[in-house]
């Protein structure tokens, strides 16, 4: 009994891998962003049908550094380096707004389609596309849902527009939410996020 019990939680935890390098590649391949997504469609392509199989967030993210680090290599570094630079300016731009740096640039998984994405930190949601329409910078609206903590979400303001043949991506939140990060969709934990000057350090421990 239990021998068997364990050969079928191996067996699931293959599974489990399996999904979770399928999804990988068709996020660094197929440009598909949405872990949920990349997990169901892997296990679509693999046949695999129970929900037991589907591997966490946090095991896709592992699983995506694998493949860039396999396949990628020296082009994923060169794409994540220039994300990283443009993101430092964008943030020297935004400084008004207490602006952050999130998601795959800051995390290291960015590749050659990934958007710098920024939180930017106001009570005021207009005070955002004025500041761009003052600096000339078209920009497309958009929402998205956030939890800020276990029991909070709502849709913030987005705005996206072109830099430097990259896009960036703007997330408005109100002023209080700079005390503690949004939570992750990759593992239910406050987002990781840098500052300007946290960012700055961080491309100059990469120079060493």
Do not use: C
Request: aromatic fraction near 4%.
């Amino acid at each position: 009994m239990h021998h068997a019990r364990q050969r079928a939680e191996g067996r699931t935890r293959e599974r489990r891998m399996r999904v979770a390098r399928e999804a990988a590649r068709l996020m660094s391949e197929g440009g598909i962003g949405d872990f949920r997504m990349a997990k169901l469609k892997a296990a679509e392509r693999l046949g695999i049908h129970d929900d037991a199989s589907l591997p966490r967030n946090r095991e896709v993210e592992e699983a995506l550094r694998e493949h860039q680090r396999l396949f990628l290599g020296a082009s994923q570094e060169d794409a994540l380096r220039v994300r990283r630079e443009a993101a430092l300016e964008a943030l020297e731009f935004f400084a008004p707004f207490d602006p952050r740096l999130v998601g795959p640039v800051l995390e290291g998984t960015a590749d050659a389609n990934a958007a710098v994405a920024l939180h930017l930190y106001v009570d005021d949601e207009d005070a955002v596309p004025r500041f761009l329409e003052e600096h000339g910078i078209p920009a497309t609206a958009r929402s998205r849902r956030l939890r800020l903590d276990r029991s909070r979400s709502g849709d913030f303001p987005v705005w996206i527009f072109s830099a430097q043949e990259l896009t960036i991506d703007v997330t408005v939140l109100p002023h209080l939410a700079l005390r503690q990060a949004p939570l992750s969709s990759v593992d239910e934990k406050p987002m990781r996020r840098a500052s300007a000057a946290q960012l700055r350090l961080l491309l100059e421990e990469n120079d060493r």
